[in-house]
C-alpha cells in the first residue's frame, strides 16, 4: 500500500507515515499510543498545512475510531480531512468467541489452538471485539454446544462455562469502548469484501471446550468478518453531517484488500479528490 502511494508523489515517513499500536490492549489502556497519534496528526498538518487523512484496517479502524469519538469536533474539523476504513469489524467479530473458547492458532503449525488459548485469553482486544451486546440480534447464536447455545446475552455464562470467569469483567470493562458506535464525526470511505462464506455459529460436540468446533454456520462477509459487522458504517448516514461512503468489493478477502489493486486505486482517487465512491466493485473473475 505504501509502495502504491509513493507511486503517485507520496513520500514514505513524510507525507505518508505508519501509526503502529500493541494490538493486544485495547485502546484505552494505550493512552500513551493515542497520544502520540495525536501529536503526529497535528505535527503533519502544521509541516504541510493540510488536514490529515486516517486509514485503518480491520480493528485499526476501531482504534482510529475511538481515538475520533475522543476528539472534540473543533479539532476534527481543523486537523482530519476522512478517514478510510477497510474491513472493520464495527460490531465485533464472531471468530473471537472461538478464539477464546478453544483457542485459534492462525494456521502456525507448531503449537495447538489448545496451547495458544491462554495467550489469547490475555489480550484484551479479544475481549474489546467481541460481538456487541448494543448491536448484533440478542437471538444469534455465536456458539451452539449439546448442552447450551450461547448468544450476545449469555457471555457471563460463557466465560464460566470455558473456564475463564474474569473474561466477563475485562469485557465489562471494554465493551463500551465502542459499543454504541458513535459516528466519527470526519468524512468517512468504508470499505470491504463480500460475498465470501464467512462462521457466524461454532458449533462444537461434547469436548467444548477444550476441542475445535466441528462446523460451522456461514453467513456473507470476507472470510474472516461477517459484512453485518463490517457494513454497520452504514448507520452513520444521517447521523454526522459529514458524508460517509460505503464500497463493497465483492469477493474479495480479509487481508487482501490491503493490497488489491482496485482497492489502492479507488484510495488513490479519494486523496486526490476525484473519488465518486462506488457502492460496489466485484473482482471475483479477475486473474
Known amino acids: 500500500m505504501v509502495q502504491s502511494l509513493e507511486n503517485i508523489g507520496y513520500v514514505r515517513n513524510e507525507t505518508v507515515r505508519g501509526a503502529p499500536y500493541d494490538w493486544r490492549l485495547a485502546p484505552h489502556e494505550n493512552t500513551e499510543y493515542l ?4 501529536a503526529l496528526v497535528e505535527e503533519m498538518y502544521e509541516q504541510y498545512q493540510k488536514p490529515i487523512y486516517l486509514l485503518g484496517h480491520s480493528m485499526g479502524s476501531n482504534y482510529v475510531l475511538y481515538f475520533l469519538n475522543q476528539q472534540p469536533q473543533a479539532w476534527k474539523d481543523k486537523y482530519i480531512r476522512g478517514f478510510i476504513s477497510l474491513g472493520a469489524p464495527w460490531g465485533g467479530a464472531v471468530k473471537v468467541v472461538r478464539v477464546l473458547a478453544s483457542g485459534e492458532n492462525d494456521g502456525i503449525p507448531m503449537i495447538s489452538n489448545i496451547k495458544i488459548r491462554q495467550k489469547q485469553r490475555m489480550v484484551t482486544t479479544n475481549l474489546w471485539m467481541l460481538p456487541s451486546e448494543d448491536i448484533w440480534p440478542q437471538d444469534h447464536v455465536l456458539v451452539s454446544t449439546p448442552t447450551f447455545n450461547y448468544t450476545n446475552r449469555d457471555y457471563q455464562r460463557f466465560f464460566t462455562d470455558i473456564g475463564y470467569e474474569d473474561g466477563w469483567y475485562k469485557w465489562e470493562d471494554t465493551k463500551n469502548l465502542t459499543g454504541a458506535l458513535h459516528p466519527p464525526g ?13 462462521p457466524v455459529t461454532h458449533i462444537y ?11 460451522f454456520v456461514y453467513a456473507d462477509g470476507d472470510d474472516t468478518v461477517d459484512s453485518f459487522s463490517m457494513g454497520l458504517c452504514k448507520r452513520w448516514i444521517g447521523q454526522q453531517e459529514q458524508p460517509v461512503h460505503v464500497t463493497e468489493y465483492r469477493g474479495l478477502p480479509h487481508l487482501d484488500i490491503v493490497f488489491h489493486e482496485k482497492v489502492l486505486d479507488q484510495i488513490q482517487q479519494i486523496l486526490e479528490g476525484k473519488s465518486d465512491a462506488p457502492k460496489e466493485v466485484d473482482v471475483r473473475f479477475e486473474a
Open 35 to 38: 497520544t502520540k497519534l495525536q
Open 186 to 198: 470526519v468524512e468517512v470511505w468504508c470499505m470491504y469484501g463480500v460475498g465470501l462464506p464467512t
Open 205 to 215: 460436540d461434547a469436548e467444548f471446550p477444550d476441542g475445535d468446533p466441528v462446523d
